[in-house]
């Protein structure tokens, strides 16, 4: 399964008709940063997806941080930018974790042929290839979503793994500190999902921002692929749970579905338990 493209690759695949791009920088604590840093620079061709206005919906009581954008809405999104069901896209980020947001959700919406910039916009700048401070225009394109609706949990498919009625293994993408409550930066209760394994999302890239090649990837997940049940992921809101998915696609994991919600949706219960460790 071809899921990273290098910035060679890219380069020479810019003049292709098919090819759309996307640049999703973006910082939680800035939110204006990524779209600022697409203004001074991006890849020729490359449209700006910005986390909480195209990647993710309104927030509501419960849901989490970052829903899940409609997905009618999202496809007119890609529609407005030339995507077709034939496309070929690349996103890319500069290391926050958003690219496999939106390498996840494009795919989500039916589109096949997703890849991941390995190495981000870094890889990009360090080959020397130009750079572009144009906005590539919308154009009048409609892309009718095809929803892969067994991708996603909610609270209550979470709760009866809690409760061991799905034999499901769940996997929080957080970092270590946040699993186990000694470190909460974000939301309002530390701690993680009673039985959740702990798998933080930044240790599938290298120090560059490279992805860990696949053997790397399944020996991570050697544990977990093993039991050969279901694989739910979640992190705080969504997000950087795609970049577990991410890395338990390279390893070759099958049934691989994200709590959407995630951690800030299962903290909006005050009834669902949580553990410490």
């Given at each position: 399964?071809?899921?990273?493209?290098?910035?060679?690759?890219?380069?020479?695949?810019?003049?292709?008709?098919e090819l759309v791009i996307f640049d999703c920088r973006f910082?939680?604590?800035?939110?204006?940063?990524?779209?600022?840093?697409?203004?001074?620079?991006?890849?020729?061709?490359?449209?700006?997806?910005?986390?909480?206005?195209?990647?993710?919906?309104?927030?509501?009581?419960?849901?989490?941080?970052?829903?899940?954008?409609?997905?009618?809405?999202?496809?007119?999104?890609?529609?407005?930018?030339?995507?077709?069901?034939?496309?070929?896209?690349?996103?890319?980020?500069?290391?926050?974790?958003?690219?496999?947001?939106?390498?996840w959700l494009v795919r989500y919406v039916g589109v096949e042929?997703?890849?991941?910039?390995?190495?981000?916009?870094?890889?990009?700048?360090?080959?020397?290839?130009?750079?572009?401070?144009?906005?590539?225009?919308?154009?009048?394109?409609?892309?009718?979503?095809?929803?892969?609706?067994?991708?996603?949990?909610?609270?209550?498919?979470?709760?009866?793994?809690?409760?061991?009625?799905?034999d499901a293994v769940l996997v929080d993408a957080r970092a270590?500190?946040?699993?186990?409550?000694?470190?909460?930066?974000?939301?309002?209760?530390?701690?993680?999902?009673?039985?959740?394994?702990?798998?933080?999302?930044?240790?599938?890239?290298?120090?560059?921002?490279?992805?860990?090649?696949?053997?790397?990837?399944?020996?991570?997940?050697?544990?977990?692929?093993?039991?050969?049940?279901?694989?739910?992921?979640?992190?705080?809101?969504?997000?950087?749970?795609?970049?577990?998915?991410?890395?338990?696609?390279?390893?070759?994991?099958?049934?691989?579905?994200?709590?959407?919600?995630?951690?800030?949706?299962?903290?909006?219960?005050?009834?669902?338990?949580?553990?410490?460790?």
């Amino acid at each position: 399964m071809d899921m990273l493209i290098t910035a060679d690759d890219l380069h020479q695949r810019l003049v292709e008709p098919e090819l759309v791009i996307f640049d999703c920088r973006f910082r939680l604590s800035d939110p204006e940063w990524g779209q600022q840093m697409y203004a001074k620079s991006h890849i020729p061709g490359a449209y700006y997806f910005d986390l909480e206005r195209d990647l993710s919906s309104a927030l509501h009581e419960h849901g989490g941080r970052h829903p899940l954008p409609d997905p009618e809405v999202f496809a007119n999104k890609l529609g407005q930018a030339g995507v077709t069901p034939t496309s070929t896209v690349v996103v890319y980020d500069s290391g926050e974790g958003m690219a496999t947001r939106a390498w996840w959700l494009v795919r989500y919406v039916g589109v096949e042929e997703v890849y991941v910039l390995d190495g981000g916009y870094q890889a990009w700048l360090n080959a020397g290839f130009a750079c572009s401070t144009q906005v590539p225009p919308k154009v009048d394109h409609d892309y009718d979503a095809r929803v892969h609706p067994g991708w996603t949990v909610d609270v209550d498919d979470v709760r009866r793994i809690v409760t061991g009625d799905w034999d499901a293994v769940l996997v929080d993408a957080r970092a270590h500190d946040r699993y186990t409550g000694e470190f909460e930066p974000i939301d309002s209760k530390a701690g993680h999902i009673p039985g959740a394994v702990n798998y933080p999302w930044q240790n599938g890239l290298t120090e560059d921002g490279r992805w860990k090649p696949e053997h790397i990837q399944l020996r991570r997940f050697s544990e977990v692929m093993s039991k050969g049940r279901p694989i739910v992921v979640y992190c705080g809101s969504g997000v950087t749970a795609c970049a577990d998915i991410f890395a338990l696609k390279l390893a070759g994991a099958k049934d691989v579905r994200l709590y959407t919600g995630s951690w800030s949706d299962w903290i909006s219960y005050p009834d669902n338990p949580i553990d410490h460790a």
